[in-house]
């Protein structure tokens, strides 16, 4: 999520008039981005972009309300969402480590990365550690090959990592907390 | 309504900006610098020109890639009417030291000095790239300084339509895309086809891993895909279009649609473009993370904000397009060679390159290679060239074994091709393929039945499903390679792997199930020999 979505969920939640039907405010941001876009129904791989930017994932729900609002099946909307890799269905965890598998990085050794923080944190690509804490994800190419093998750690770049050193930044930021 | 922006009147204003102060610094801010901390490295200059009121001697203008990406964050002095100087790896305390060596002492800082007479530098021939670490590309006042929106006010006020046309047939310029179309013979057909409603839409959906060229003009060119687009809409007749980028690109996105903004305001785009009768809306859509968005008809459902499952062609998107239309698709990076064509003529640009692939082409250098970074040839440089003089060869002692190109469409060239002309016709003779731009080069280390599963991997996740022999043949062919690699692979399994990769090749629907044995099928060619190491079988024949 981008700093200014946060800011606008916070801002969002601590408002106190003009609450959202639904109990939730953060629809509010889907609403306003729904009435730019004049309810068009082309609009929907759009939608579903500010809607996962504000809940951080597309629960049912979520789902559901997009299809209301742009008057579709939500069988059909469910079928764009998962047709699309970047829309995810479950919440994330606490810290996100997403490793590029791009060509680049693939030759200067990703997989290892990968395996490396797959086995530390008992977490396949794609999901959220049991306890909540860690998502592994990959990517391909994040367009900075020359500093390749590249992990992007809570929205941070590292360049030229390896297993140890992105396990150690990993270790840092989940234990950082504590 | 406003007036439209006086192209002369802005190019002499920031004439006079520019040599206001004695000093610019220029500092790379394209994804790859920022990566290595160029954030860190303006915030120190600006600060300094704060602390020591330096404000009229120095103005910091941050911009677009510089190129040599492994040797970010690059920053660059200019002096008033003079030399510059270049420097790599420029840190927040190098850049004060740089900065106050220049501005305090008039001397140059050999220390973090970048040696531009390197072939890196100087084997390059840049058109498509030519702003990149010249402008700044949030302004359109630096756009328009250099030259930009010329070549729209002279195709909209001096050129008929086809005389535009014209002008892209002599270029000979074929598409960036990956499947070198000619350009002119799509825009000829767009503007022929019946009908008023017509859309013109520019492909940023770069789906290659490994290849950022397209991120880098959308990014630190935004205006010159905006312009190439209005010059392509003007000439076949599109009064809408839309620019579609994948997702994982946000800095691509907002740069673009506050271009847009901005162009409308100072009416680029929009109604009754810079007072003549030509009207144009552009929109930025967003991909999601699919692959196969990237094939136009797949692209087209994507816009419509459908699944983006490819049908069969024809009835082809010049036809029957965006919601039944006339559609033309570009790629990012045609678009952005049209201005430069208009502004210098078909002529100039067939000049450059091949007799059949004219122009330059950009490729992201990467992999296992001394300079890694964005570069542009003319189109039939040598690979040698690009390899062992631009890219600087294989670090760390070891030897070059293979550049990979087209991505998991395309194939890899083993060292005995090096002298081979990068155009598109030899490419494809050697079983690869030119496609985006990507340039990945591979060391002795690599194994290329390992690459070959790496791909199939990639179209495996990435076929959408639609036609069997892809979802299908995609999943055995991997399955195969996994065997294979894992040494548990028979002579038969070799054997079902090249049947397959034909059967594929030939069914498929689209391009990428029929290209998705291209990896396989050149790394067998050029490198059997690994393939038949990893089988232990007692028939096995010894190459
Ligand atoms: C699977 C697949 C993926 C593609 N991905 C891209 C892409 O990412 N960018 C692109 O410009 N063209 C891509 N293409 C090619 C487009 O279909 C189309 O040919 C191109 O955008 C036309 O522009 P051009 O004529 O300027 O090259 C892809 C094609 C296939 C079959
Ligand atoms: S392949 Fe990893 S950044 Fe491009």
């Known amino acids: ?74 069988s059909m909307v469910y079928g764009v969402a998962t047709f699309y890799h970047l829309f995810t269905f479950e919440p994330p965890g606490d810290h996100s480590c997403t490793v590029c598998t791009g060509t680049a990085c693939f030759v200067k050794g990703a997989d290892a990365i990968v395996q490396g923080v797959s086995d530390a944190y008992s977490v396949p690509t794609g999901e959220t550690s049991a306890d909540g804490s860690l998502t592994l994800k990959t990517a391909r190419c994040l367009g900075s090959c020359g500093l390749a093998p590249v992990v992007v750690l809570d929205g941070s770049v590292l360049s030229h990592q390896n297993a140890e050193s992105t396990l150690e930044l990993v270790g840092t930021a989940v234990g950082g907390e504590g | 309504m406003a007036a439209p922006i006086d192209l002369h009147e802005v190019m002499e204003r920031e004439r006079e900006e520019r040599f206001r102060t004695r000093w610019r610094v220029k500092a790379c801010s394209s994804t790859a610098c920022l990566s ?271 699944r983006g499952t490819p049908r069969l062609r024809p009835p082809y998107p010049t036809e029957k397009g965006l919601w039944g239309a006339p559609t033309m698709i570009n790629n990012v990076e045609t678009l952005a060679n049209i201005a430069p064509i208009i502004d210098r003529g078909g002529e100039w640009f067939a000049s450059l390159g091949t007799e059949k692939s004219t122009g330059t082409k950009v490729f992201a250098l990467a992999g296992d290679i001394t300079n890694t970074g964005l570069i542009e040839v003319p189109m039939g440089t040598s690979l040698r060239e690009i390899v062992a003089d631009i890219g600087g060869g294989v670090p760390n002692g070891k030897e070059f074994k293979a550049a990979q190109t087209g991505g998991p469409s395309g194939g890899c060239i083993p060292a005995k091709f090096l002298d081979t002309s990068v155009d598109y016709d030899s490419l494809r003779e050697l079983g690869s393929i030119m496609g985006s731009g990507g340039l990945i080069v591979m060391d002795e280390d690599v194994k290329m039945p390992d690459v070959a599963k790496y791909f199939m991997e990639f179209s495996m996740d990435e076929s959408c499903g639609k036609c069997t022999p892809c979802r299908a043949g995609t999943v055995q062919m991997h399955s195969l390679l996994q065997r294979l690699t894992e040494g548990n692979g028979s002579k038969q399994d070799l054997r079902d792997l090249e049947h397959l990769c034909s059967v594929v090749r030939d069914t498929s629907l689209c391009g990428l199930g029929q290209a998705a044995p291209n990896p396989v099928i050149s790394t067998l060619q050029y490198f059997r020999s690994e393939y038949e190491a990893l089988i232990h079988e007692e028939e096995v024949v010894h190459a």
Request: glycine share 8%; charged share 25%.
């Open chain 2, 36 to 306: 290595a901390g160029a954030g860190a490295t303006i915030k120190a200059v600006e600060d300094l020109v704060e602390r020591e009121d330096m404000a009229l001697e120095v103005q910091v203008i941050p911009t677009g890639c510089m190129g040599l990406c492994s040797a970010g964050p690059l920053v660059r002095m200019m002096r008033r009417g003079g030399d510059e100087s270049d420097y790599q790896k420029v840190t927040p305390e190098a850049a004060i030291e740089i900065v106050r060596s220049h501005v305090l002492d008039e001397q140059p800082v050999p220390e973090y000095e970048l040696d531009v007479t390197m072939p890196f530098f100087t084997s390059q021939e840049r058109v498509v790239l030519a702003n990149g670490g010249v402008i700044n590309p949030d302004r359109i006042e630096s756009y328009v300084a250099h030259g930009g929106y010329q070549a729209l006010e002279k195709a909209l006020t001096t050129m008929k339509p086809k005389q535009v046309i014209e002008q892209i047939r002599l270029s000979r310029i074929r598409g960036r895309g990956g499947a070198g179309y000619p350009v002119a013979s799509k825009w000829g057909l767009l503007a022929s086809a019946p009908g008023k409603t017509k859309y013109v839409v520019a492909n940023g959906d770069e789906g290659d891993p490994g290849a950022y060229m397209d991120r880098t003009i959308m990014e630190d060119d935004p205006h010159r895909v905006i312009e190439g687009i209005a010059i392509a809409a003007y000439a076949t007749g599109a009064s809408e279009a839309y620019i579609y980028v994948r997702a994982e690109y946000p800095r691509a996105i907002e740069r673009l649609d506050r271009a847009i903004r901005v162009a409308r305001r100072n009416r680029l785009l929009g109604r009754k473009i810079l007072d003549t009768n030509f009207n144009l809306s552009v929109e930025v859509r967003i991909g999601a993370g699919a692959f196969v968005c990237g094939e136009e008809t797949a692209l087209l459902a994507s816009i419509e904000g459908l």
């Open chain 1, 1 to 74: 999520m981008s700093d200014t979505t946060t800011r606008r969920v916070v801002e969002a939640s601590n408002r106190q008039q003009g609450d959202h039907p639904s109990g939730d405010n953060r629809f509010e941001l889907v609403d306003k981005h729904l009435k730019r876009a004049r309810y068009e129904q082309d609009q929907l791989i759009e939608t579903l972009h500010v809607a996962q930017d504000v809940f951080g994932y597309l629960s049912e729900d979520i789902l559901i309300y997009v299809a209301r609002a742009l008057r579709l099946p939500p």
